[in-house]
């Protein structure tokens, strides 16, 4: 059964596309067949798992064109499946909210119900319609966190918002857990706000921890992962280390 899990906050600059390309990586290097999406109209998941801007078709022509979502699929050097993604994806965006086809994204994943084990969403950093539809077809959230108080307003109204489209049983979305990425423990402000994250989300806190990683920075340049890039780098290993946490979450339960 596939699990899709979307990669979500609202605010930028967290490592969202970072924590999506490393955790399909790590889990497609587990075995498990995986799929990522790049929501993200800036593209870069895309280019970071090593597709080719000019080669590719994204949801917007499944959409506007009516083409398959498996003429979409590509497959990136670190062995998952890509739907890539483009600037094109504004104006479906736009359509998909105009058309009130809220839940599109779901329809178009039916078909891939068996055939992967887990589907990666990487989302726009706002809370718009195609964030929406990654809420809406994901059975699970992750929130990657960057240790700064600012970083915890934003996480706040996307629990809101998927508790309000669950409540409302338009979705089985539920959060995960909380990523915290980007991590220096030798800075004070970064420990204190671990901290009050351990306190006020005991369950729902990973206990990974991403490090600020200069290997995993390189690595979208060379259109390949941390984990392919530099597999004994810090960073390499602490996305190794959240995809088996994630999977003990996900599968032994």
């Known amino acids: 059964m596939n699990k899709v899990i979307a990669i979500a906050n609202q605010k930028g600059g967290v490592g969202k596309t970072t924590?999506?390309?490393?955790?399909?990586?790590?889990?497609?290097?587990?075995?498990?067949?995986?799929?990522?999406?790049?929501?993200?109209?800036?593209?870069?998941?895309?280019?970071?798992?090593?597709?080719?801007?000019?080669?590719?078709?994204?949801l917007y022509a499944h959409y506007f064109e009516k083409a398959a979502v498996k003429e979409c699929i590509q497959t990136s050097p670190d062995n998952y499946d890509v739907i890539p993604s483009g600037e094109d994806l504004i104006a479906l965006e736009v359509a998909i909210r105009n058309d009130g086809n809220q839940g599109f994204l779901s329809s178009s994943l039916k078909p891939f119900e068996d055939f992967y084990d887990y589907t990666i969403i990487d989302t726009p950093p706002t809370l718009n319609q195609l964030t929406i539809e990654a809420l809406f077809c994901a059975s699970g959230t992750l929130i990657p966190l960057q240790?700064?108080?600012?970083?915890?307003?934003?996480?706040?109204?996307?629990?809101?918002?998927?508790?309000?489209?669950?409540?409302?049983?338009?979705?089985?979305?539920?959060?995960?857990?909380?990523?915290?990425?980007?991590?220096?423990?030798?800075?004070?402000?970064?420990?204190?706000?671990?901290?009050?994250?351990?306190?006020?989300?005991?369950s729902l806190i990973f206990n990974t921890l991403i490090p600020r990683?200069?290997?995993?920075?390189?690595?979208?340049?060379?259109?390949?992962?941390?984990?392919?890039?530099?597999?004994?780098?810090?960073?390499?290993?602490?996305?190794?280390?959240?995809?088996?946490?994630?999977?003990?979450?996900?599968?032994?339960?």
């Open 19 to 58: 924590t999506a390309i490393n955790l399909a990586a790590s889990l497609a290097a587990t075995k498990r067949k995986t799929l990522l999406i790049d929501l993200d109209p800036q593209g870069n998941a895309t280019t970071a798992a090593g597709i080719q801007p000019e080669k590719i078709k994204t």
């Open 147 to 202: 240790c700064e108080y600012y970083s915890l307003e934003g996480i706040t109204g996307l629990m809101k918002t998927i508790e309000t489209l669950s409540s409302k049983n338009m979705t089985s979305n539920r959060v995960l857990g909380i990523v915290r990425t980007m991590v220096d423990m030798r800075n004070n402000l970064a420990k204190e706000v671990s901290d009050e994250l351990e306190k006020h989300f005991p």
């Open 213 to 253: 990683n200069v290997k995993l920075a390189e690595a979208p340049s060379h259109g390949i992962s941390g984990i392919k890039y530099m597999p004994n780098s810090y960073g390499a290993k602490a996305y190794l280390a959240l995809a088996g946490e994630l999977i003990r979450r996900i599968e032994y339960v």
